[in-house]
């Protein structure tokens, strides 16, 4: 409740009561500004100071003639090894991810077959799944594989399991390493409309080589939704109050 004898303003106390609700997820769906100041008790101008520094914090934004939405919090992807969207997913609390399969069939590719290590002329399997979070595309994903190994793949439900636990499951096959390179990036139109992405929005894109051993057994590009992913990278030793201290860095 708002403190009408408290020396802290009152579109301060109000930003905070939903700031707690906003971190506890009990606001799926924000008030109206009109709703708020029933509530409340409150003038709209002191809603509005709130609403301003929801939005400064980035935790709200508000689009013109449709109203103010709850901003999603960005699932945060671990670099310390091999990972998987679903273990993200699951911390975050969001429904059960999925992928659409767009394609999945034989091709010649050089430049993927020269990074599996094999023949650039010899066919390969290639994969493209969509990636599906709470009913909203997040990741375009484009993958391949010797041609023994996508048709075992092919055979199974890619839709809702993971490839690594199915090259687990039908071969035996783990992957235990590889390397990514991680870079901003201007989707192309056909990327930008299966992740419903606005026109001038710059996209993440990832390119990953999968281990088995020394040998490689994945090549993989991902294009990653900018406003939906964060990629973290810890360091050994490192403390959240390093972290704070740490110096802002910045181009000269």
């Known amino acids: 409740m708002l403190e009408r004898r408290s020396g802290l303003p009152m579109w301060r106390q109000l930003a905070g009561i939903l700031r707690r ?32 520094d929801l939005r400064s914090s980035g935790l709200i934004e508000r689009h013109r003639g449709l109203g ?11 670099l310390r090894t091999i990972y998987s969207i679903a273990p993200s997913v699951q911390r975050y609390g969001g429904d059960a991810e999925h992928s659409d399969v767009l394609k999945q069939e034989l091709e010649i590719h050089e430049g993927a077959a020269r990074a599996l290590r094999i023949d650039p002329h010899e066919e390969i399997a290639a994969l493209e799944r969509l990636r599906i979070v709470d009913n ?10 010797t041609a023994r190994i996508g048709r075992a793949l092919f055979r199974e439900d890619l839709r809702t399991r993971s490839v690594y636990e199915l090259l687990s499951a039908s071969l035996g096959l783990q992957v235990t390493g590889g390397r990514e390179r991680i870079r901003a990036s ?8 299966l992740l419903h992405m606005p026109t001038g929005e710059a996209a993440l894109r990832v390119e990953r080589i999968g281990l088995h051993g020394e040998v490689p057994v994945e ?6 939704r900018g406003d939906r ?9 490192a403390t959240e109050a390093d972290a704070d201290r740490s110096p802002t860095l910045s181009s000269p």
Do not use: C, K, N
């Not at 799926?28 to 609403?51: D, I, K, M, N």
């Not at 103010?68 to 671990?78: A, G, K, N, S, Y």
């Open 21 to 52: 609700q906003l971190e506890a997820g009990e606001l799926s769906a924000f008030p109206t500004e009109q709703a708020l100041v029933a509530e409340y008790g409150v003038s709209r101008h002191t809603v509005r100071e709130a609403l301003r």
């Open 68 to 78: 103010t939405f709850v901003v999603r919090p960005p699932l945060e992807q671990p």
């Open 136 to 145: 909203e595309p997040v990741m375009l994903v484009q993958s391949w594989y």
């Open 186 to 193: 201007m989707p192309t139109e056909y990327e930008r409309g």
């Open 219 to 224: 090549y993989r590009l991902s294009v990653v």
């Open 229 to 237: 992913f964060v990629f973290i990278a810890d360091w050994p030793g």
